[in-house]
C-alpha cells in the first residue's frame, strides 16, 4: 500500500508543480498551457469567494451560485495570502462582465488573482492526497486490487482535481462511506451534509445509506435523517444570519433557471428533435428531472447488505442523476471516480471506467480546444461520453434493480397488463 500510496502522491504532486509552472502574472495562460492549467472556473471562485477580503455579505453583496460551505470554501485561500491595501482591494475585482451574463468573471491578470489560484489548487492537492488515501484503505476492505487506484492519476481526474473544487465533495463521499463501513451512521450523516452544502449531489446518498442501515438492523434510522437535517441547517445559519431569506434563495434560484449546455444528453436530444423541445420544452425538462433522480425510489426500497452493493447503489444514484441533467459538466467525473474503481470487478469494468476518463479529458479541455463549442467533432465526442456513461448505468441497473421490492412491483404490475 505504501508504494501505490507514494506513487499517487508523487504524481499529484508533479501536476501541481506544472500548475504553478503555467500560472502567470501578466497574462493568461496559453493555447497548449490550458490543456494543463484552465483558470477559468478558478477567476469564478476568485469573484465568489472576495466577499472575505473585501468584508461584504456573501450572496446579497457577492454573487455565488454555490450552496454556503462552497461559498466559503472559496474564500479560504484568501485567508492564506497577503491582503492588498484597503484602497487597491477593489481594482483587483473589477471585470468586464460576459455579455448577457453578468455574472462570469472577465478578470485581468494580477499578482493576487495568481496567488489567489496557485493556494486554491495547493489546497485541491491536498484533498486528493487525504481522498487517495482513504480510497486505499476503502480498496483494502473491500479487497480491491490496490493498482486500480492509480486509474486516479489518468489526465480528466488530475486536471479537474486541480482547476475545480469538486474534489472537496468527492472527499467527503469517501469518508461517509467510510464511516457507513465503521457502522458509524450518524458521523456518515453530519459529512453527507457537509457535501451537500459544497455540492447537492451527495445527498443522493441518504436513501442509499438508509436502506443499508434498514437491511442490516431490520429497522428506520430515524437519527440518521434527523442528524442529517439538523447539520444541513446548522451549515445554512449563518447565510440566514448574514443575508436573511434572500442570501438563502439565490443559489437555488441561479440553479433552478440554468439552461441546457452542448455536453448535456437533454441538449443532444434537443438538436435532434427541435420541434418537440420546442412544443414541449418545460414537460420534457420536468421529465428530464424525475429521470435524473430515477435511482432514489429504487434504492429506498432496495435491499442492500453487502459493502459491494453500498457503493454499487451509490455510484448507480449519481450516475443516473448525471447522465439526465439538463445541465451536464465534465468535471462531474470527480464525483464517481473513486466509486468507479471500488466497484471494478472485471476487465470490463476496468476498460470502462478508463474509456469514460479519456473520452472526459478528450471531451474537455482537449476538444474544447482544437474544436470549440458547438461543432460536430465536438457533438461527436459528446455522444461517445454519453454513451460510455450509459455503459457504466446500465449494467449497474441490471444487477441491482431487482434487489428493490419497487422495481419487483413494477414488474410484477407490467406482466400482469401484458399477460405475459
Excluded at 89 to 94: A, D, K, P, V
Excluded at 251 to 263: K, L
Excluded at 384 to 400: E, M, Y
Aim: with cysteine.
Amino acid at each position: 500500500m505504501k508504494n501505490i500510496l507514494f506513487t499517487l502522491v508523487f504524481f499529484i504532486c508533479i501536476y501541481y508543480l506544472l500548475i504553478c509552472a503555467t500560472t502567470h502574472i501578466k497574462q493568461h495562460p496559453s493555447r497548449d498551457e490550458v490543456l494543463v492549467n484552465d483558470y477559468w472556473d478558478r477567476k469564478v471562485h476568485f469573484l465568489r469567494g472576495s466577499w472575505y477580503p473585501r468584508e461584504k455579505i456573501p450572496y446579497i453583496e457577492v454573487f455565488s451560485e454555490q450552496p454556503p460551505l462552497a461559498t466559503y470554501l472559496f474564500a479560504l485561500p484568501f485567508v492564506l495570502i497577503p491582503r492588498p491595501d484597503d484602497a487597491d482591494i477593489e481594482s483587483f475585482f473589477y471585470h468586464d462582465p460576459c455579455k448577457n451574463n453578468p455574472i462570469l468573471p472577465r478578470l485581468q491578470p494580477s499578482w493576487y488573482l495568481s496567488a489567489y489560484m496557485l493556494v486554491f489548487s495547493f489546497i485541491m492537492g491536498v484533498l486528493a492526497t487525504i481522498s487517495v488515501y482513504i480510497l486505499l484503505h476503502l480498496m483494502k476492505v473491500m479487497n480491491k486490487d490496490l493498482r486500480l487506484s492509480l486509474i486516479f492519476l489518468l489526465p480528466a481526474t488530475l486536471f479537474f482535481t486541480f482547476n475545480r473544487f469538486d474534489i472537496a465533495p468527492a472527499l467527503i463521499i469517501l469518508m461517509s462511506i467510510y464511516s457507513i463501513f465503521k457502522k458509524k451512521y450518524n458521523t456518515a450523516a453530519i459529512l453527507l451534509a457537509i457535501g451537500t452544502m459544497i455540492k447537492m449531489f451527495p445527498v443522493l446518498l441518504l436513501p442509499v445509506f438508509l436502506s443499508y442501515y434498514r437491511t442490516l438492523e431490520k429497522k428506520f434510522n430515524f437519527t440518521m435523517v434527523a442528524v442529517f437535517i439538523a447539520a444541513s441547517t446548522l451549515f445554512l445559519l449563518p447565510v440566514f444570519i448574514q443575508g436573511g431569506l434572500e442570501a438563502f434563495k439565490v443559489p437555488f434560484q441561479f440553479q433552478s433557471t440554468r439552461v441546457c449546455n452542448n455536453e448535456s444528453v437533454y441538449c443532444l436530444l434537443s438538436k435532434v428533435f427541435p420541434e418537440l423541445f420546442s412544443t414541449c420544452g418545460s414537460v420534457l425538462k420536468n421529465i428530464f428531472v424525475i429521470l435524473s433522480l430515477t435511482a432514489v425510489p429504487f434504492a429506498v426500497t432496495a435491499k442492500i447488505d453487502n459493502k459491494n452493493d453500498l457503493v454499487k447503489w451509490s455510484l448507480l444514484s449519481i450516475a443516473t442523476s448525471m447522465f439526465f441533467m439538463k445541465f451536464y459538466s465534465p468535471q462531474w467525473i470527480i464525483w464517481i471516480i473513486f466509486l468507479l474503481i471500488l466497484t471494478i470487478e472485471n476487465r470490463t469494468d476496468l476498460i470502462r471506467t478508463v474509456l469514460f476518463s479519456l473520452i472526459t479529458y478528450i471531451e474537455f479541455p482537449l476538444g474544447d480546444v482544437l474544436f470549440g463549442q458547438p461543432s460536430l467533432p465536438f457533438t461527436i465526442i459528446v455522444i461517445l461520453k454519453s454513451i460510455i456513461l450509459a455503459g457504466i448505468i446500465f449494467p449497474l441497473a441490471v444487477t441491482l434493480l431487482p434487489s428493490s421490492t419497487l422495481f419487483q412491483k413494477i414488474k410484477k404490475r407490467a406482466f400482469a397488463i401484458t399477460g405475459s
